[in-house]
Nanobody
């Protein structure tokens, strides 16, 4: 599976931004797309994920109510809509997919980077105050 993230940029606090992740290759084996971010000097952290069959979404507490993940199955794409952005949201945003095979429906799964095998190249989001 190959993933291509795009849509990052420089925005002001309170603004909105929409990121896109397009998947190609063996997409039929992809059950989950996750979004992570990494700020300078910090570890990569979970933002949210979407279960492609059914569309259930799960979010980190820090973005709940401000961010929304949606899917476009026809384009093999997943979007991350980010509203009410804060300077603390600054970082490189990555989309990722776990390996094919067994799928775990537990909402607590797929929140750690080590659960994912395939990563996009990342797109930089900078929120200025």
């Amino acid at each position: 599976v190959q993933l291509q993230a795009s849509g990052g940029g420089l925005v002001l606090a309170g603004d909105s931004l929409r990121l896109s992740c397009v998947a190609s290759g063996r997409t039929f084996s992809t059950a989950v797309i996750g979004w992570f971010r990494q700020a300078p000097g910090k570890e990569r952290e979970f933002v949210g994920n979407i279960r492609l069959s059914g569309g259930s979404t799960y979010y980190a507490d820090s973005v709940k109510g401000r961010f929304a993940i949606s899917r476009d199955n026809a384009r093999n794409a997943v979007s991350l809509q980010m509203n009410s952005l804060k300077p603390g949201d600054t970082g490189v945003y990555y989309c990722a997919a776990p390996p094919g095979g067994v799928y775990f429906s537990n909402p607590d799964r797929y929140r750690l980077p080590r659960e994912y095998d395939y990563w996009g190249q990342g797109t930089l989001v900078t929120v200025s105050s």
